[in-house]
């Protein structure tokens, strides 16, 4: 066949050896590290994981919103702050994780923490999605037929607007306030001599790991999410309409479907996500401020898209490499770079594969 | 009292703009001295206005201040215009831009009143290295059509990598001569080299962020909307951490990482800002006004009918990237040079958001609208608001971040279009085109053809 | 094999050799074989679907083939990018109009002469000499195309705000300003009353005969083809089925089959099952 000579075609080897060449140094740094100290490599690794699995939560509302109306939420990680605060009030100022104990005095005392955790988190869950909600029909959707930017723009001013607003002397202020838990931290050394119970100002030993019970529960919960998000959106019927929304609007109302009644239900769900993610973040990072979901929401996002926005399972994917890049950034690089290494990671997926990992090639059009 | 004040600064807003629109329409006017009268005039009135005459100074410091940082924001927001505006391609980096050009001024400025070359020698060259580089490689990659552009990618960054280190070699080398000429009282440490070595520090920045915006942009580029978004976006995150870790990180111990560069020489004059502000409305201006501005148009409008027009569709997104980024390293050269003190918190994305609101504001596509959305949004915001608000506690300051986000809002739900629209004055307005032949007198078509086919 | 093998004066415009593209599983054009000889007006016709305007794309270089090759003058030109053989001498309009919608209908026809405006980026940045004469000169050339068209005086109108018949000649004037030697007009009558498909077969043949072009074009009118092409090539599922002139290819059963017969029906059938 005659084709046109291109002799640049047979140097795809220099771009090729690049990427070789930045994954060799990759392994070499990090195989360093784990031949150096394999305890704390993999200490890194749990707390990268646990990290990831917080992220994970995030990106699943970005991932379904950005499946749904292809708009960047900004305002997402904020949400994801407010869910942190309300679960910070509802347990500082009114008490209200103890309320099983005041209503039936005989309660055993686990029972009582079990409940009262659950009535703080889905009251944050809650409140996330009547926020989240609320933003979407005030501010998104009149804007639905409008160039995309204009929804955009909108997004980042309410997230501007949810963080300043918060930074309010009289909402949350603008200092940041130490988180207090609902239940006590408990960790336990993994290591050779099997599974002990950490006692408070006990040392940690050297040839072990410790896990906490906030890790566990953060990793039970995402999992127990991504589960039932994976159900709700394979096997309802609301699941379905959401796909057929996010595949073709005009179609799905056609056939049928509240389109923007799938829309919203889209940021509730995702909202109350983020407002869980909110509380473990905070249980686990006890210190929050009115501005602590800018980083967090944007590195949920990288994760999102990482992973090919529009994809579940690529929001998990996404997620966890995320953490563990944060994590092992912080422990072998350099603490403050970590975001720097999160965003590279992302540009240089973006090299190889476009649209994320688990993200479908762009059509071709003409 | 406040409503003195409130009145002053509306007055002031309003003259403002009056100057910009007859700034526009001077540099509008046809014949070469009245341009030339035009802009010298109006350089005058303004540097007439920040004179203290008889202790009586109509711009003080505040006003001058604000000019100033109008100046630059215009700068950056015009790049942005060219980049999203006109050529279609979501940037979210543009800050990112700014801020690698007002440190790269201000370390090359800042070594030279420390006596110490190597800025102005090492950038200089470096500079100059890679613009030979980037034609170099850009040869080689031309003659092996089809070159992945992963591949062309690596090739210039590791001419990049090489020219950066001949730099460092030979500024090095070069810097013990001229040491001694720097020091207190030497030849080259006066105010007139001190102003030259300011100018080549603001040009050679503005071209190392052309540079950068280039190896960058050559293969984030080929993502397209919201990926290329979310690129830039990183970019600019990058360059804020390089920017706090500056000291430990990058070699450099006087930009001194997140706790700010302090003692930047305070070169910027309305001189400068006004000459630099000048020739970015004019290349602008004449950029898209020329056959290559409407190919970068016609990319924003139709990928796919601008290839089918014989458009390269990647070397003209190149192209007006690169060329924004410019104008933002000018600016943030500018910038630098003004306010004396450099720290990562000036350059965080949230305030890259601004650029952006701005252009919207003025309108898409608008260089009019760019330019008075940026004056506007400096005087009325940091002027006005902040003065007006910080009367009332000490949440002033929040006060104006949950105030302008209602406004912009609003804005987008009452006028997505932004302020201005498409609407262009003077300088700016479209040329208006004088045929020389006659109206299809000397067409070279049949006009019978013509005729029976386009009149029924 | 190569074409270079046969005398010169008998290269084709544009020949096709066993082109074949696939989509995912979906194999859209399949082993398709074209001819279009100097100064031809040829026609591309076939049910919806039929892989037309996947070839059209290929030829212009917006897709790339999964096999075969086309050649233009003897040139080959898969693996080039669009604009490349677009200056290679391959104009194009689009089945749905793609017109610069915001620009102006003098910009849109200028913006095809960006290849060989005559002057560079710094002349455009400096305003010499050289960039006011080029720039004079293709804006007046650009001129005389739209009076050809009778759009002279609609040129300072965004091209969104030009009723449907209007965009569609804008286009046409803008594929001719790229100063192409072959013409590929994806359904230029689309949308387009009896009245006006009139005009437009005067224009298709005064643009041929004016410019001395070579004209490929997709079309559902039957009307327009077979008044004014001068060979048809019949698709249906990205097959060839049919070649000849339009007496000859009115009367194929295979191609009445084609758009009435068995598989219209067999299609219709599977339509409605979708439902």
Same mark, same amino acid.
């Given at each position: 066949?005659?084709?046109?000579?291109?002799?640049?075609?047979?140097?795809?080897?220099?771009?090729?050896?690049? $990427?070789?060449?930045?994954?060799?140094?990759?392994?070499?740094?990090?195989?360093?590290?784990?031949?150096?100290?394999?305890?704390?490599?993999?200490?890194?690794?749990?707390?990268? =994981?646990?990290?990831?699995?917080?992220?994970?939560?995030?990106?699943?509302?970005?991932?379904?919103?950005?499946?749904?109306?292809?708009?960047?939420?900004?305002?997402?990680?904020?949400?994801?702050?407010?869910?942190?605060?309300?679960?910070?009030?509802?347990?500082?100022?009114?008490?209200?994780?103890?309320? *099983?104990?005041?209503?039936?005095?005989?309660?055993?005392?686990?029972?009582?923490?079990? =409940?009262?955790?659950?009535?703080?988190?889905?009251?944050?869950?809650?409140?996330?999605?009547?926020?989240?909600?609320?933003?979407?029909?005030? #501010?998104?959707?009149?804007?639905?037929?409008?160039?995309?930017?204009?929804?955009?723009?909108?997004?980042?001013?309410?997230?501007?607007?949810?963080?300043?607003?918060?930074?309010?002397?009289?909402?949350?202020?603008?200092?940041?306030?130490?988180?207090?838990?609902?239940?006590?931290?408990?960790?336990?050394?993994?290591?050779?001599?099997?599974?002990?119970?950490?006692?408070?100002?006990?040392?940690?030993?050297?040839?072990?790991?410790?896990?906490?019970?906030?890790?566990?529960?953060?990793?039970?919960?995402?999992?127990?999410?991504?589960?039932?998000?994976?159900?709700?959106?394979?096997?309802?019927? !609301?699941?379905?309409?959401?796909?057929?929304?996010?595949?073709?609007?005009?179609?799905?109302?056609?056939?049928?479907?509240?389109?923007?009644?799938?829309?919203?239900?889209?940021?509730?769900?995702?909202?109350?996500?983020?407002?869980?993610?909110?509380?473990?973040?905070?249980?686990?990072?006890?210190?929050?401020?009115?501005?602590?979901?800018?980083?967090?929401?944007?590195?949920?996002?990288?994760?999102?898209?990482?992973?090919?926005?529009?994809?579940? *399972?690529?929001?998990? %994917?996404?997620? @966890?490499?995320?953490?563990?890049?944060? #994590?092992?950034?912080?422990?072998?690089?350099?603490?403050?770079?970590?975001?720097?290494?999160?965003? /590279?990671?992302?540009?240089?997926?973006?090299?190889?594969? *476009?649209?994320?990992?688990?993200?479908?090639?762009?059509?071709?059009?003409? | 009292?406040?409503?003195?004040?409130?009145?002053?600064?509306? =007055?002031?807003?309003?003259?403002?703009?009056?100057?910009?629109?007859?700034?526009?329409?001077?540099?509008?006017?046809?014949?070469?001295?009245?341009?030339?009268?035009?802009?010298?005039?109006?350089?005058?009135?303004?540097?007439?206005?920040?004179?203290?005459?008889?202790?009586?100074?109509?711009?003080?410091?505040?006003?001058?201040?604000? @000019?100033?940082?109008?100046?630059?924001?215009?700068?950056?927001?015009?790049? =942005?215009?060219?980049?999203?505006?006109?050529?279609?391609?979501?940037?979210?980096?543009?800050?990112?831009?700014?801020? %690698?050009?007002?440190?790269?001024?201000?370390?090359? +400025?800042?070594?030279?009143?420390?006596?110490?070359?190597?800025?102005?020698?090492?950038?200089?060259?470096?500079?100059?290295?890679?613009?030979?580089?980037?034609?170099?490689?850009?040869?080689?990659?031309?003659?092996?059509?089809?070159?992945?552009?992963?591949?062309?990618?690596?090739?210039?960054?590791?001419?990049?990598?090489?020219?950066?280190?001949?730099?460092?070699?030979?500024?090095?080398?070069?810097?013990?001569? $001229?040491?001694?000429?720097?020091?207190?009282?030497?030849?080259?440490?006066?105010?007139?080299?001190?102003?030259?070595?300011?100018?080549?520090?603001?040009?050679?920045?503005?071209?190392? /962020?052309?540079?950068?915006?280039?190896?960058?942009?050559?293969?984030?580029?080929?993502?397209?909307?919201?990926?290329?978004?979310?690129?830039?976006?990183?970019?600019?995150?990058?360059?804020?951490?390089?920017?706090?870790?500056?000291?430990?990180?990058?070699?450099?111990?006087?930009?001194?990482?997140?706790?700010?560069?302090?003692?930047?020489?305070?070169?910027?004059?309305?001189?400068?800002?006004?000459?630099?502000?000048?020739?970015?409305?004019?290349?602008?201006?004449?950029?898209?006004?020329?056959?290559?501005?409407?190919?970068?148009?016609?990319?924003?409008?139709?990928?796919?009918?601008?290839?089918?027009?014989?458009?390269?569709?990647?070397?003209?997104?190149?192209?007006?990237? %690169?060329?924004?980024?410019?104008?933002?390293?000018?600016?943030?050269?500018?910038?630098? &040079?003004?306010?004396?003190?450099?720290?990562?918190?000036?350059? /965080?994305?949230?305030?890259?958001?601004?650029?952006?609101?701005?252009?919207?504001?003025?309108?898409?596509?608008?260089?009019?609208?760019?330019?008075?959305?940026?004056?506007?949004?400096?005087?009325?915001?940091?002027?006005?608001?902040?003065? !007006?608000?910080?009367?009332?506690?000490?949440?002033?300051?929040?006060?104006?971040?949950?105030?302008?986000?209602?406004?912009?809002?609003?804005?987008?739900?009452?006028?997505?279009?932004?302020?201005?629209?498409?609407?262009?004055?003077?300088?700016?307005?479209?040329?208006?085109?004088?045929?020389?032949?006659?109206?299809?007198?000397?067409?070279?078509?049949?006009?019978?053809?013509?005729?029976?086919?386009?009149?029924? | 094999?190569?074409?270079?093998?046969?005398?010169?004066?008998?290269?084709?415009?544009?020949?096709?050799?066993?082109?074949?593209?696939?989509?995912?599983?979906?194999?859209?054009?399949?082993?398709?074989?074209?001819?279009?000889?100097?100064?031809?007006?040829?026609?591309?016709?076939?049910?919806?679907?039929?892989?037309?305007?996947?070839?059209?794309?290929?030829?212009?270089?917006?897709?790339?083939?999964?096999?075969?090759?086309?050649?233009?003058?003897?040139?080959? +030109?898969?693996?080039?990018?669009?604009?490349?053989?677009?200056?290679?001498?391959?104009?194009? +309009?689009?089945?749905?109009?793609?017109?610069?919608?915001? $620009?102006?209908?003098?910009?849109?026809?200028?913006?095809?002469?960006?290849? &060989?405006?005559?002057?560079?980026?710094?002349?455009?940045?400096?305003?010499?000499?050289?960039?006011?004469?080029?720039?004079?000169?293709?804006?007046?050339?650009?001129?005389?195309?739209?009076?050809?068209?009778?759009?002279?005086?609609?040129?300072?109108?965004?091209?969104?705000?030009?009723?449907?018949?209007?965009?569609?000649?804008?286009?046409?004037?803008?594929?001719?300003?790229?100063?192409?030697?072959?013409?590929?007009?994806?359904?230029?009558?689309?949308?387009?009353?009896?009245?006006?498909?009139?005009?437009?077969?005067?224009?298709? &043949?005064?643009?041929?005969?004016?410019?001395?072009?070579?004209?490929?074009?997709?079309? &559902?009118?039957?009307?327009?083809?077979?008044?004014?092409?001068?060979?048809?090539?019949?698709?249906?599922?990205?097959?060839?089925?049919?070649?000849?002139?339009?007496?000859? !290819?009115?009367?194929?059963?295979?191609?009445?089959?084609?758009?009435?017969?068995?598989?219209?029906?067999?299609?219709?059938?599977?339509?409605?099952?979708?439902?």
């Amino acid at each position: 066949m005659p084709t046109v000579n291109r002799p640049g075609a047979r140097l795809a080897w220099i771009g090729q050896a690049f $990427l070789l060449g930045l994954a060799l140094l990759v392994l070499v740094i990090l195989g360093r590290a784990l031949a150096a100290n394999p305890i704390l490599f993999l200490q890194q690794v749990l707390n990268g =994981l646990q990290l990831g699995f917080v992220y994970a939560l995030i990106a699943l509302g970005y991932t379904m919103v950005y499946g749904i109306v292809k708009l960047i939420n900004f305002a997402h990680g904020d949400v994801f702050m407010v869910g942190a605060f309300v679960s910070y009030f509802a347990v500082a100022r009114f008490r209200l994780s103890e309320w *099983p104990a005041a209503a039936f005095p005989g309660m055993p005392g686990w029972l009582v923490l079990l =409940l009262g955790s659950l009535t703080v988190i889905l009251l944050s869950m809650t409140i996330c999605a009547i926020l989240a909600v609320t933003i979407e029909r005030v #501010a998104y959707k009149p804007l639905r037929d409008a160039p995309r930017i204009a929804a955009l723009i909108t997004a980042i001013g309410v997230s501007f607007f949810l963080e300043y607003f918060g930074a309010l002397g009289f909402v949350f202020s603008p200092r940041f306030i130490p988180y207090e838990r609902m239940f006590n931290v408990t960790t336990w050394t993994v290591g050779a001599g099997g599974i002990h119970r950490l006692v408070s100002g006990q040392a940690v030993p050297d040839n072990a790991i410790t896990i906490s019970n906030i890790f566990v529960i953060i990793l039970l919960a995402s999992i127990l999410m991504q589960t039932l998000l994976q159900f709700l959106v394979r096997r309802t019927k !609301i699941g379905k309409a959401m796909r057929a929304s996010s595949f073709d609007k005009p179609t799905a109302r056609l056939m049928g479907i509240n389109v923007d009644g799938v829309i919203s239900f889209t940021f509730a769900v995702g909202a109350a996500f983020a407002g869980l993610a909110g509380v473990l973040f905070a249980i686990a990072y006890p210190s929050i401020t009115s501005q602590m979901g800018i980083l967090p929401g944007l590195k949920a996002f990288i994760a999102a898209v990482l992973g090919g926005i529009g994809s579940i *399972p690529g929001a998990l %994917v996404g997620a @966890l490499i995320m953490g563990q890049a944060e #994590a092992l950034t912080a422990g072998y690089i350099s603490t403050p770079m970590r975001d720097a290494v999160a965003f /590279t990671i992302l540009i240089v997926v973006f090299l190889v594969r *476009p649209r994320g990992i688990f993200g479908e090639p762009e059509g071709e059009k003409a | 009292m406040n409503f003195v004040y409130l009145a002053t600064s509306a =007055l002031k807003i309003v003259a403002l703009l009056a100057y910009l629109y007859a700034l526009l329409w001077v540099l509008g006017r046809k014949q070469l001295w009245a341009k030339i009268v035009g802009v010298v005039a109006a350089f005058g009135v303004v540097q007439l206005a920040m004179t203290p005459i008889g202790g009586l100074r109509i711009f003080n410091d505040f006003d001058s201040g604000l @000019l100033y940082q109008a100046c630059t924001m215009s700068m950056v927001a015009m790049g =942005l215009n060219l980049i999203y505006g006109f050529n279609g391609q979501f940037s979210l980096g543009q800050w990112g831009f700014y801020g %690698v050009g007002a440190y790269a001024a201000a370390d090359i +400025t800042y070594r030279w009143v420390d006596g110490d070359a190597r800025g102005l020698l090492v950038a200089g060259i470096g500079v100059a290295l890679g613009g030979l580089m980037i034609l170099g490689v850009n040869r080689f990659v031309n003659r092996f059509k089809g070159m992945p552009v992963l591949s062309q990618f690596t090739l210039y960054l590791l001419g990049a990598i090489l020219a950066g280190w001949v730099a460092v070699v030979i500024g090095n080398a070069l810097n013990p001569l $001229l040491a001694p000429l720097l020091e207190e009282g030497g030849p080259l440490a006066g105010y007139i080299p001190q102003q030259i070595v300011f100018f080549l520090a603001v040009v050679i920045a503005g071209v190392f /962020t052309a540079e950068l915006s280039f190896l960058f942009g050559l293969p984030v580029l080929t993502l397209g909307s919201d990926y290329f978004g979310i690129a830039t976006l990183g970019f600019a995150i990058i360059v804020y951490t390089l920017m706090n870790n500056s000291d430990t990180i990058l070699p450099f111990p006087e930009m001194k990482g997140g706790r700010g560069m302090i003692g930047i020489p305070q070169y910027t004059t309305w001189f400068w800002a006004f000459l630099f502000l000048l020739v970015v409305i004019v290349v602008m201006r004449n950029l898209i006004y020329s056959s290559t501005g409407r190919a970068i148009m016609a990319v924003r409008e139709d990928e796919t009918a601008a290839k089918a027009m014989g458009i390269n569709v990647a070397q003209n997104k190149l192209l007006a990237f %690169v060329i924004g980024s410019l104008f933002a390293g000018l600016g943030g050269a500018i910038y630098a &040079h003004y306010i004396g003190f450099l720290s990562p918190g000036a350059f /965080t994305f949230l305030l890259g958001f601004n650029p952006m609101i701005i252009v919207v504001f003025g309108g898409l596509g608008s260089m009019t609208g760019t330019l008075t959305a940026s004056f506007g949004w400096i005087f009325f915001l940091e002027g006005l608001l902040r003065v !007006i608000l910080s009367q009332l506690g000490t949440d002033a300051p929040t006060w104006r971040f949950v105030l302008y986000p209602i406004a912009l809002l609003l804005l987008m739900l009452l006028k997505p279009a932004g302020l201005l629209g498409n609407v262009e004055w003077g300088f700016f307005k479209k040329p208006v085109f004088v045929r020389v032949r006659g109206a299809g007198g000397v067409a070279p078509a049949p006009a019978g053809a013509a005729g029976e086919g386009g009149q029924p | 094999m190569n074409a270079s093998s046969s005398a010169p004066a008998a290269v084709p415009v544009l020949e096709i050799r066993r082109l074949t593209k696939v989509f995912g599983g979906l194999r859209a054009v399949g082993d398709f074989n074209l001819e279009v000889q100097k100064g031809a007006l040829d026609g591309l016709i076939g049910p919806n679907g039929a892989g037309k305007t996947t070839v059209f794309n290929m030829i212009s270089g917006l897709y790339a083939p999964t096999e075969g090759a086309i050649l233009l003058n003897g040139e080959p +030109t898969v693996g080039l990018e669009p604009y490349e053989i677009t200056n290679m001498g391959v104009g194009r +309009t689009f089945q749905n109009i793609r017109l610069f919608q915001n $620009l102006t209908v003098l910009d849109n026809v200028r913006i095809a002469y960006h290849p &060989h405006a005559g002057y560079s980026l710094a002349d455009g940045l400096t305003r010499n000499g050289r960039f006011s004469a080029n720039e004079h000169e293709l804006t007046e050339r650009a001129q005389d195309f739209l009076a050809i068209f009778g759009l002279d005086r609609v040129q300072n109108e965004l091209a969104k705000n030009l009723p449907y018949g209007e965009q569609r000649r804008v286009e046409i004037a803008r594929a001719l300003a790229s100063n192409p030697k072959l013409l590929l007009l994806d359904e230029p009558a689309a949308g387009m009353n009896p009245n006006e498909i009139s005009r437009l077969m005067e224009y298709i &043949h005064f643009i041929r005969d004016r410019f001395s072009l070579t004209i490929l074009l997709i079309e &559902h009118q039957m009307r327009l083809v077979m008044n004014i092409c001068e060979r048809l090539t019949v698709m249906d599922f990205g097959q060839v089925i049919a070649r000849g002139t339009p007496r000859e !290819i009115q009367d194929n059963p295979q191609v009445i089959e084609a758009y009435l017969g068995r598989g219209a029906i067999g299609r219709a059938g599977v339509i409605r099952k979708d439902i």
